[in-house]
Every structure is written in structure tokens, then in C-alpha cells.
């Protein structure tokens, strides 16, 4: 079988492929597997594999550039030469099997690029300047035009909300338990930006106990078991030059996902309840979700005061500035993200734009609340997995076409709100394909699918440049054994990770 080399071969590789081509027909070499084995027994398409594989294997001594030099010059009929790549690459393996380019593009095939991708130190991403487009960006016009494709921008944005939740996270899992005595003091959370100041610490407080039995079978479960805990907080950014960036001051409301067992609780009580405020009956939202952003604690207030308050104060100190009221969370802290944007939106005679990022969001009320959030002006984009079973609930035995002829006349169904961004777990390169349930509602898989997503006809981009490290120290047992197996060769096991907030997490999105 003969192959056109010279039309595909860079110019520096042919002297070099010519002067070895002649001892290929005479010599029995590793590089000819007609040698070593009867043709007929093999097809031909595996022997035209195998022999562009050897043959890479023997130029690569004499000919290795820097994958990640490569120079690109215009040739004088207008076209584009490439120079600097391997002889795989310029042989143009994708003319012949169009199904391998996307698998060397998702696989990092040099040691030097999955160390990167290992690394605990994230690569920073540009930060353009969003100026006089920052309300499309917010949501304005629901994000049409930026999805699919996914704009570089508002994926960067997405990313960057989303790592503000991971802060909520860690902020509450460093010290969980609350007194029951006293008033909590101030708690310091390390933002994933600098250019923000933490004003206001959140907390939820459930209205149902556990039983008294409880504590007699289990009394150590401790933070588990309280009744009020912190549940986020509120930032405003406070740099001039990221003010100037994002055309805007930007006030962050960032909520984590469920924890203690209280939370779970209210979960489950997956009535309808009617909003307190409204006076349409036909606007419910789930009684749990409703009981954690209402209820008052013995020595905090309801969620739905603190923001309110908060919000108020700052919306008055900077009176006269551009502002826009950013709410995100994950989980449970997605739910709650749409009952503090509803009870924010009418704060205030002027209230800034209210938009809401949430990952893995459940259901939170019916079609009624949908149209009582469209009317107030506040715009939501989901981002969901399409694997994340939370996604599905309340309503979960309900399909979703029955769900849409049924939201027209019934107030007891439930409805999602909002823009949605779908990604998919088997999409990426780097998870199996069966993934458990914990990993599909991961946050860090959400960010690494956001992070890697590019359209619906292309889901992966070859060129992500989130960092793997907290993925595989996370959800070790959900990567795909090539990339956990060359972690292990690079002396990057996942029990020496260690993950310590730092005071800065740049934005690894682009």
C-alpha cells in the first residue's frame, strides 16, 4: 500500500522520511509487519495503522520538535504551513480516519501536558473586558446567542460563580458546628477572588427535629443533627480595575448544597406550599425549600432577612454606581437561589439586574412560580448534568412532556425556571462513561464540564484548560484508568493531594 506522503509531510521531515524509505523495502525491520506475520491473516487497514505507528516511533529520534512550539506561516499561494508538529500530524491521520482526531485531540498523549493537567496550580485565563456587554452577559436577553456555541466569556463567568459555591463549601466544612448558646461569631471565607470582600455570613434554619430517639441511638452525630446552620454568604467586589473589567460593581450571593441531616430532611417534604407574600394561590414552591429560606433561628435570623437587609444596605452605599445582584449555588443552594432572588427582586424601589447561576438545581415550585419569577424580571441559567438525577426531582415519576400538558391547568406540578445549559458526564474524556450517581452531581464535574463544554455538536474541547487534580482527588474512582494510572507513574497519587484553600483561586475557564 503506498501513501502520498509528499502532499501531506512537513517540509523539514522529507529529507529525512526519503533517506530511511529505501531501507524499509530491503531490511526486515520492526517498521514492515508483513514481516513478522502472514498478510492474509490481517486487514489492510491494520497494517496501514500499525506501519505509520512504527514509522513514527523511528523519526521521532532524529526529528522531535516541542508540541508546544508550534509556528504557523503563510506559503505564497495563501495557505497555511504548519511547522514544528509531528509526523503523525503532518501526515493528516484525519483524512484517512476522521474518528481519530477527536480521540488525540481529548487524550494528552505528552507527559508534559497531563502533568499540567494534574497540577494543583490552575493556569489563569484572560480576563476580557465585558464593558458595555455585561448585562447580556447577566442575562438580559437570556443569554441567546452565548450558548451553543458556548461564549468564551460567559463560560469563564459560569466557572468563576461556580467556584464562588466551592468557597461556600469549604467555608462550612472548616468549622460546621454552631452553638446553641450564643450568637455565632464572624466567620472568614476564602474567596475564589480578591477583588471581593465577604459583608454578610447566611445561615438556613430547618423547622422540623429529629426525635428524641435519635440522640439516645447516635448522640455523637453533633453539627449533623443542628437545627440552624451556615449556609453561604454575601460579597461585593470592591477593585476598581475588576469593577472597570466587568462594567459594573457586582454583589455576589453564593449558597452551598445540602450537609446536615436537617437539611436532608426538609429535601423530602415535597408539598406545594403557597408563597407567604403572594396572594395568587397558584404560586407554590416546595415546603422544605420553603422552610429552610424562612424559618428563624434561636440566635440568627431566616435566610430570607439576612439577605434582604444586606442587599437593602449595600444596594444604599452605593447608591448612583451600575450594580448587579449575582445569586449562585449548587444543589439545595440552587433551590434557595431562586427564593432569595424572588425576595430580593422587590426589595427596593431600584433594584439592581438579579441574575442566578445555579449547578444541579432541583424543581423548586410550579408554573405559577415560574411566571411570578418571569413577571419580577429575574433571570435564571441552570447549568445541568444529564445525567444528575437531582435535576429530575420533586416530580421525578412524572415525565417531562406529561409535566408540560399538565402545567397549563394544574398548580401542583412541578416546573423548572429559567435558561438551561446542558452537559452530559460522557462527554468528557476523562470520566468513565458509567460514572456513579455522586459524581454526576458533583460541583467539580459540573466545572470541569462547563469548563470543557463547546457546542452541542462538538460537547468536549480539546484545549480545556481546567486543572484534573481535585476531579481525580474527588471522584479518583470515576476517571478513566489511563489518566489515574499515568498519575501514578508521574508520582501524583491521589492520597497526597491535599487541597487547602488558598486566599486566590484564579479562573481556570477560558
Same mark, same amino acid.
Given at each position: 500500500?503506498?501513501?502520498?506522503?509528499?502532499?501531506?509531510?512537513?517540509?523539514?521531515?522529507?529529507?529525512?522520511?526519503?533517506?530511511?524509505?529505501?531501507?524499509?523495502?530491503?531490511?526486515?525491520?520492526?517498521?514492515?509487519?508483513?514481516?513478522?506475520?502472514?498478510?492474509?491473516?490481517?486487514?489492510?487497514?491494520?497494517?496501514?495503522?500499525?506501519?505509520?505507528?512504527?514509522?513514527?516511533?523511528?523519526?521521532?529520534?532524529?526529528?522531535?520538535?516541542?508540541?508546544?512550539?508550534?509556528?504557523?506561516?503563510?506559503?505564497?499561494?495563501?495557505?497555511?504551513?504548519?511547522?514544528?508538529?509531528?509526523?503523525?500530524?503532518?501526515?493528516?491521520?484525519?483524512?484517512?480516519? +476522521?474518528? $481519530?482526531?477527536?480521540? #488525540?485531540?481529548?487524550? *494528552? @498523549? !505528552?507527559?508534559?501536558?497531563?502533568? &499540567?493537567?494534574?497540577?494543583? =496550580?490552575?493556569?489563569?485565563?484572560?480576563?476580557?473586558?465585558?464593558?458595555?456587554?455585561?448585562?447580556?452577559?447577566?442575562?438580559?436577553?437570556?443569554?441567546?446567542?452565548?450558548?451553543?456555541?458556548?461564549?468564551?466569556?460567559?463560560?469563564?463567568?459560569?466557572?468563576?460563580?461556580?467556584?464562588?459555591?466551592?468557597?461556600?463549601?469549604?467555608?462550612?466544612?472548616?468549622? +460546621?458546628? $454552631?452553638?446553641?448558646? #450564643?450568637?455565632?461569631? *464572624? @466567620? !472568614?471565607?476564602?474567596?475564589?477572588? &480578591?477583588?471581593?470582600?465577604? =459583608?454578610?455570613?447566611?445561615?438556613?434554619?430547618?423547622?422540623?427535629?429529629?426525635?428524641?430517639?435519635?440522640?439516645?441511638?447516635?448522640?455523637?452525630?453533633?453539627?449533623?443533627?443542628?437545627?440552624?446552620?451556615?449556609?453561604?454568604?454575601?460579597?461585593?467586589?470592591?477593585?476598581?480595575?475588576?469593577?472597570?473589567?466587568?462594567?459594573?460593581?457586582?454583589?455576589?450571593?453564593?449558597?452551598?448544597?445540602?450537609?446536615?441531616?436537617?437539611?436532608?430532611?426538609?429535601?423530602?417534604?415535597?408539598?406545594?406550599?403557597?408563597?407567604?407574600?403572594?396572594?395568587?394561590?397558584?404560586?407554590?414552591?416546595?415546603?422544605?425549600?420553603?422552610?429552610?429560606?424562612?424559618?428563624?433561628?434561636?440566635?440568627?435570623?431566616?435566610?430570607?432577612?439576612?439577605?434582604?437587609?444586606?442587599?437593602?444596605?449595600?444596594?444604599?452605599?452605593?447608591?448612583?454606581?451600575?450594580?448587579?445582584?449575582?445569586?449562585?449555588?449548587?444543589?439545595?443552594?440552587?433551590?434557595?437561589?431562586?427564593?432569595?432572588?424572588?425576595?430580593?427582586?422587590?426589595?427596593?424601589?431600584?433594584?439592581?439586574?438579579?441574575?442566578?447561576?445555579?449547578?444541579?438545581?432541583?424543581?423548586?415550585?410550579?408554573?405559577?412560580?415560574?411566571?411570578?419569577?418571569?413577571?419580577?424580571?429575574?433571570?435564571?441559567?441552570?447549568?445541568?448534568?444529564?445525567?444528575?438525577?437531582?435535576?429530575?426531582?420533586?416530580?421525578?415519576?412524572?415525565?417531562?412532556?406529561?409535566?408540560?400538558?399538565?402545567?397549563?391547568?394544574?398548580?401542583?406540578?412541578?416546573?423548572?425556571?429559567?435558561?438551561?445549559?446542558?452537559?452530559?458526564?460522557?462527554?468528557?474524556?476523562?470520566?468513565?462513561?458509567?460514572?456513579?450517581?455522586?459524581?454526576?452531581?458533583?460541583?467539580?464535574?459540573?466545572?470541569?464540564?462547563?469548563?470543557?463544554?463547546?457546542?452541542?455538536?462538538?460537547?468536549?474541547?480539546?484545549?480545556?484548560?481546567?486543572?484534573?487534580?481535585?476531579?481525580?482527588?474527588?471522584?479518583?474512582?470515576?476517571?478513566?484508568?489511563?489518566?489515574?494510572?499515568?498519575?501514578?507513574?508521574?508520582?501524583?497519587?491521589?492520597?497526597?493531594?491535599?487541597?487547602?484553600?488558598?486566599?486566590?483561586?484564579?479562573?481556570?475557564?477560558?
Amino acid at each position: 500500500m503506498m501513501i502520498g506522503v509528499g502532499l501531506t509531510l512537513p517540509a523539514q521531515n522529507l529529507n529525512v522520511f526519503n533517506a530511511r524509505r529505501a531501507s524499509f523495502k530491503c531490511q526486515k525491520s520492526p517498521l514492515n509487519p508483513t514481516s513478522r506475520r502472514h498478510v492474509s491473516s490481517t486487514s489492510s487497514t491494520e497494517l496501514t495503522r500499525e506501519t505509520l505507528s512504527n514509522l513514527e516511533k523511528l523519526l521521532q529520534k532524529s526529528n522531535q520538535p516541542d508540541p508546544e512550539r508550534v509556528v504557523k506561516t503563510s506559503t505564497s499561494n495563501g495557505s497555511i504551513e504548519t511547522k514544528g508538529k509531528g509526523l503523525l500530524e503532518g501526515l493528516n491521520l484525519s483524512r484517512i480516519w +476522521p474518528e $481519530m482526531k477527536a480521540a #488525540e485531540e481529548m487524550s *494528552p @498523549r !505528552h507527559l508534559n501536558r497531563l502533568q &499540567r493537567l494534574l497540577s494543583k =496550580t490552575m493556569e489563569y485565563s484572560p480576563r476580557n473586558n465585558l464593558g458595555s456587554r455585561w448585562r447580556e452577559y447577566h442575562g438580559c436577553n437570556d443569554w441567546s446567542g452565548l450558548l451553543d456555541p458556548l461564549d468564551e466569556n460567559l463560560r469563564r463567568e459560569v466557572v468563576r460563580y461556580g467556584e464562588f459555591v466551592q468557597a461556600a463549601y469549604h467555608g462550612f466544612h472548616s468549622n +460546621p458546628a $454552631m452553638s446553641t448558646d #450564643e450568637a455565632p461569631l *464572624p @466567620r !472568614h471565607v476564602a474567596l475564589p477572588d &480578591r477583588s471581593y470582600k465577604v =459583608t454578610k455570613s447566611l445561615y438556613t434554619t430547618s423547622s422540623v427535629g429529629l426525635p428524641k430517639w435519635v440522640d439516645d441511638v447516635a448522640p455523637d452525630l453533633g453539627w449533623m443533627t443542628q437545627r440552624s446552620s451556615w449556609i453561604g454568604y454575601v460579597a461585593v467586589c470592591d477593585d476598581k480595575r475588576e469593577i472597570h473589567r466587568m462594567g459594573r460593581r457586582d454583589i455576589v450571593i453564593a449558597l452551598r448544597g445540602t450537609a446536615t441531616c436537617m437539611e436532608w430532611a426538609e429535601n423530602f417534604r415535597a408539598q406545594l406550599d403557597q408563597i407567604p407574600e403572594s396572594g395568587d394561590p397558584t404560586q407554590r414552591v416546595e415546603r422544605g425549600f420553603l422552610s429552610l429560606h424562612k424559618t428563624r433561628g434561636a440566635h440568627v435570623p431566616s435566610l430570607a432577612e439576612s439577605v434582604v437587609e444586606e442587599v437593602q444596605r449595600l444596594i444604599e452605599m452605593y447608591k448612583g454606581e451600575p450594580l448587579s445582584i449575582t445569586i449562585t449555588g449548587h444543589s439545595l443552594g440552587a433551590a434557595l437561589s431562586l427564593l432569595v432572588a424572588d425576595e430580593i427582586s422587590s426589595c427596593a424601589p431600584h433594584v439592581p439586574p438579579v441574575a442566578v447561576f445555579s449547578f444541579g438545581g432541583p424543581r423548586v415550585g410550579n408554573k405559577g412560580f415560574v411566571e411570578r419569577l418571569n413577571k419580577k424580571n429575574v433571570k435564571v441559567l441552570r447549568i445541568v448534568n444529564n445525567q444528575d438525577l437531582i435535576t429530575k426531582v420533586p416530580g421525578v415519576f412524572i415525565s417531562e412532556k406529561t409535566q408540560q400538558k399538565q402545567q397549563e391547568d394544574n398548580p401542583w406540578t412541578y416546573s423548572h425556571v429559567g435558561t438551561e445549559l446542558r452537559v452530559d458526564t460522557k462527554m468528557s474524556p476523562y470520566l468513565k462513561p458509567n460514572v456513579d450517581i455522586a459524581c454526576c452531581h458533583d460541583l467539580e464535574a459540573y466545572l470541569h464540564l462547563v469548563d470543557g463544554y463547546l457546542s452541542s455538536k462538538c460537547p468536549f474541547r480539546s484545549n480545556a484548560k481546567r486543572s484534573l487534580a481535585k476531579l481525580l482527588h474527588d471522584q479518583g474512582s470515576n476517571v478513566k484508568q489511563l489518566y489515574t494510572h499515568k498519575a501514578l507513574s508521574l508520582n501524583l497519587e491521589r492520597d497526597r493531594f491535599n487541597f487547602p484553600m488558598p486566599s486566590c483561586l484564579p479562573s481556570p475557564s477560558q
